[in-house]
């Protein structure tokens, strides 16, 4: 079963709109991760946020974490076009650095 | 040249072949992973290992094997491949700070 599931599943937006999406797990973590994926290729690492941790900040994009609703939100500020891609949160599954990966949000933003 | 690398990067075979995916890492990480990628499921952990002489079965390790050659090496196989094996496949190391690198990827069509 997905330990992590996005919300929504697809969003398009106007650029310079900003983003949100949505990530729920179901165990204890260490840390919670985003990914970016461009069509079919590799995931890109984009930022950490520890259980210890309740924001982040890296750039434009701005990471929440609420350990007690077992969620968290990516926020994308001031989306541009090359922003279009998928985007996944990661668990470490109990924390054992066994990393589950949620079924991701489509973004596409629009020129 | 890039950091993790992954042959073939397609494969097509047929049905109760043996197939062999390789992924190769110039990081000097201990922990690598493998990964499958479904349309609309995410990415799925198929197996993972933390040194040379640990390896721990992922979510979906039935029909896979792998082997770590040496820190740098880690390879899959399917030892006799089937049409429900047809998926996108990620190498992936990780630093001590849990960050996970991908590879570009290995697409893999099963008839």
């Known amino acids: 079963s997905q330990q992590g599931e996005e919300d929504p599943q697809a969003l398009s937006i106007q650029e310079g709109e900003n983003a949100t999406m949505n990530c729920s797990y179901k165990t204890s973590i260490n840390n919670l991760q985003w990914y970016r994926q461009n069509s079919g290729r590799g995931l890109v690492h984009l930022i950490l946020?520890?259980?210890?941790?309740r924001e982040k900040h890296s750039g434009r994009l701005r990471v929440t974490l609420d350990t007690s609703k077992k969620s968290s939100s990516l926020l994308i500020t001031a989306s541009r076009a090359a922003d279009t891609a998928s985007y996944f949160c990661?668990?470490?599954?109990?924390?054992?650095?066994?990393?589950?990966f949620g079924t991701g949000t489509r973004l596409k933003v629009l020129a | 040249d890039a950091d993790v690398t992954q042959t073939p990067r397609n494969r097509i075979t047929k049905t109760g072949k043996r197939i062999m995916l390789e992924c190769s890492q110039t990081k000097g990480h201990d922990r690598m992973y493998w990964y499958r990628q479904d349309p609309g499921l995410g990415l799925r952990l198929i197996y993972y290992s933390f040194d040379v002489k640990d390896i721990n079965k992922g979510e979906i390790s039935d029909g896979y094997s792998v082997s770590r050659q040496a820190q740098a090496k880690f390879s899959l196989s399917l030892e006799s491949a089937i049409p429900n094996q047809t998926a996108l496949y990620f190498c992936a190391t990780s630093d001590l700070w849990d960050t996970q690198y991908f590879g570009p990827g290995t697409r893999l069509t099963v008839l």
């Open positions: 946020i520890r259980s210890n941790e």
């Open positions: 990661a668990t470490d599954e109990g924390g054992t650095y066994k990393y589950i």
